[in-house]
């Protein structure tokens, strides 16, 4: 096993590892550092499902364009190193180590007391401002108004993607106050993007006025035969499944307020080089970075040992029913194995019933265990107990799924001997980041 690096340590140490929301402790600890956050150029992204996604293609399309771009996600599949990332590389272990202790330096020495993703997001800040990015695409952690991401006064840009039920114990029990915390990164008198489908679009659109925030509506991209119709063109577009559509417009209609503001032309007059039109991104390096854009772990289709597998990080009910709907479209009536794992606080029984019966509520309802695996089709659930904290054990699942469920040690040994035209890993991204971190 390899050993934790100085940065892991003060992050995992108990005193860290835990959630805190609130902007006290990060404001704290940037104006310590100086304030880097208020020297970038900052693109700021909440929601439920899409905000990496979204992330990504924003990143490749700047990238492109010869923009020095950092990016700030979370979670991270095997290192926290991903998480701070300039021009699509991982911030060095051996600065990231010194970044991060100094940071934790400061934070004992005047009793700050901060979190791990305080002291990651204040160490996103740092590095982006000493590699002096030109944009910076900044992903919320949880939430959005108390998420120590939203220290930012004048984002270029704000983005929503969709919303949905999830951490209500943290953000609210309805679709309604959960999109009002996320409507938290809005600022007044600055650019606001969401999709006019988006299921909250009253209260996003009524809590971004109220805010003082200026609205620009998306309208999704249909998506066929993985290419992207754009004014009536198929667009080569590497991300799969027609759900991405949302997300590519929410990054298209933002990189269209961007070039608007007059931001590029001031960053190329900087000396920005590599960008072929005063004040735009051309539609050409928009074609080439949707062709070239990845995100792992979602809908990402590979082979192991002969067998196909799917890797996808679902980890709530509308990503789940985001994956049904593409096994449905691209899988139907084959045999389907499910290796599946998930944290404690996430809403599994839904999850599991869209992939199962097609339905949030299939699990929710009464029905007899033979009956389940009756009606199951063909498809096969192996549930896989990962280490990490607060993840879901077997013997904790509802009698209703255990009875149909196969407790699994061995994912590779399911891979392998699949009995099945097409494996799928799901759900946790810790889970799938344990188990392929030695296979890619």
């Not at 021009?87 to 009793?111: G, H, R």
């Not at 559509?245 to 590599?274: I, P, T």
Request: glycine residues 8%; negative net charge.
């Amino acid at each position: 096993m390899k050993n934790q690096s100085l940065a892991e340590s003060i992050l995992t140490s108990s005193g860290k590892f835990h959630i805190e929301l609130g902007l006290g402790r990060i404001k704290k600890i940037l104006e310590l550092l100086g304030n880097p956050e208020k020297d970038l150029n900052i693109i700021h992204i909440a929601g439920s499902n899409g905000k990496g996604s979204t992330c990504a293609i924003l990143e490749e399309i700047f990238v492109q364009a010869g923009f020095k771009t950092g990016k700030f996600t979370s979670p991270h599949l095997f290192s926290y190193t991903e998480r701070i990332t300039v021009n699509k590389l991982p911030i060095s272990d051996l600065e990231f180590d010194f970044i991060v202790e100094k940071i934790s330096a400061l934070d004992e020495e005047f009793k700050i007391e901060l979190t791990e993703f305080e002291i990651l997001t204040a160490a996103g800040f740092l590095y982006f401002k000493e590699k002096a990015c030109d944009i910076v695409i900044l992903e919320t952690g949880l939430g959005g108004r108390l998420d120590s991401t939203n220290v930012i006064e004048k984002p270029l840009v704000s983005i929503i993607t969709s919303i949905s039920l999830e951490h209500k114990e943290r953000l609210g029990d309805t679709i309604e106050k959960i999109a009002a915390e996320k409507t938290g990164i809005v600022k007044k008198g600055c650019p606001v993007v969401f999709l006019k489908e988006n299921k909250a679009y009253k209260t996003l659109a009524r809590e971004t006025q109220k805010r003082g925030g200026i609205i620009h509506e998306a309208e999704a991209i249909e998506i066929e035969d993985n290419c992207a119709i754009i004014n009536g063109e198929n667009i080569e577009f590497a991300l799969k499944g027609r759900h991405q559509g949302e997300n590519l417009a929410l990054a298209l209609k933002a990189v269209e307020v961007v070039n608007k503001s007059g931001v590029l032309s001031l960053l190329k007059n900087r000396g920005c080089s590599g960008i072929s039109v005063a004040d735009a991104i051309d539609f050409n390096t928009v074609k080439k970075a949707l062709s070239s854009v990845r995100w792992r772990f979602r809908l990402e289709e590979t082979d192991y040992n002969g067998t196909k597998i799917l890797v996808d990080a679902c980890h709530n009910p509308d990503g789940a029913r985001v994956l049904a709907e593409y096994l449905d479209e691209n899988y139907k009536n084959k045999r389907i194995k499910f290796i599946f794992g998930c944290l404690k606080n996430k809403d599994y029984r839904k999850v599991l019933g869209y992939l199962f019966g097609g339905d949030e509520n299939y699990f929710t309802v009464p029905c007899s265990a033979v009956q389940k695996s009756v009606k199951l089709n063909g498809r096969e659930l192996c549930f896989y107990e990962f280490d990490y904290p607060n993840a879901l054990k077997y013997e904790d699942l509802p009698p209703e799924i255990k009875e149909v469920a196969k407790k699994s040690a061995d994912p590779f040994g399911e891979m392998s001997d699949a009995g099945a035209d097409l494996v799928v890993v799901c759900g946790s991204i810790y889970m799938l980041g344990q188990i392929f971190k030695d296979f890619y």
